[in-house]
């Protein structure tokens, strides 16, 4: 596992364009409250989620994202990191990723995260 290091992170948020920041997560009910947030505070949001699913958003006009990416399997987040860095993204882990993703899987991924992604190793460890 190779996780993102400090510099790394100093030198990608440099090349982000501030006035263009997305906010991405994990499409579930945790994204609700973080897409409606985000939108409040004037940022873009972008939301993951699993083909043929995205139809469940349209009942909730406030918690759906304003750019849904479907994946046939929420570990193809670690596959699009690439555009995701493109997009300026920053993600926002909640709970659902430790199910879906895997607190260690996430470690790795090189798009900067909001908060300290160790927190899913804390949250994943039912001892």
Known sequence: M?????????KIL???????????????????????????????TMGICLKGRSKFY????LGKPDRIVEVDSYMELMDLEDFLLS???????HGSM???VGAQNFLSIKVPTFGNRHVLEWEADRR
Do not use: W
């Open 98 to 100: 430790v199910e879906y």
């Open 2 to 10: 190779n996780m993102l290091t400090k510099s790394e992170l100093e």
């Open 14 to 44: 440099e090349s982000y364009d501030v006035n263009k920041i997305t906010v991405c997560t994990l499409c579930s009910h945790s994204s609700l409250q973080i897409f409606n947030g985000a939108r409040k505070e004037g940022l873009k």
């Open 58 to 61: 349209d009942a909730f006009p």
């Open 87 to 93: 997009e300026n993204a920053i993600i926002i882990p």
